[in-house]
């Protein structure tokens, strides 16, 4: 999936931590041990992030460079689909899923997937924008 669109699809669906580990590793290029002191996570979990993400982007290093411009942007993006009793709703259609909550947002919110991809490159460069105005 293309790079971008899928951080923002992790943060639709709550998966901050995913974004959060991806950003430690790939761009402040931390160890997993220290990675699980900060997030209180196990070395597992942070493992099978680190790699899973291989199968799940088409560059790893493209991934690397969108997390290091946008990374505090994706992590205002707001979650569309919530835990509930079980399994996910999504605030959108009031569809519930027990599982797979990505594949809710891709199969039916697509177009919404990457208007917010968008809105974070916008806000992302507006924001550059503005640190290299005032460092001028
Ligand atoms: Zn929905």
Do not use: K, N
């Amino acid at each position: 999936m293309e790079e971008l669109a899928w951080l923002v699809l992790q943060a639709m669906v709550g998966r901050y931590h995913v974004i959060d580990v991806l950003y430690l590793y790939y761009v402040e290029r931390l160890d997993t041990r220290r990675i699980g002191r900060r997030l209180g996570m196990g070395g597992y979990s942070i493992r099978s992030i680190v790699e899973g993400v291989w199968f799940e982007v088409r560059s790893v290093y493209t991934l690397q460079s969108y997390l290091s411009r946008y990374y505090p942007v994706l992590l205002e993006v707001e979650p569309v689909m919530v835990p509930s009793e079980d399994g996910f709703t999504c605030r959108l259609c009031g569809t519930s899923v027990l599982r797979l909550p990505a594949r809710h947002v891709l199969d039916r919110h697509q177009d919404l997937v990457l208007l917010v991809r968008d809105m974070v490159v916008r806000e992302g460069r507006a924001r550059a924008g503005r640190a290299g105005a005032s460092q001028a």
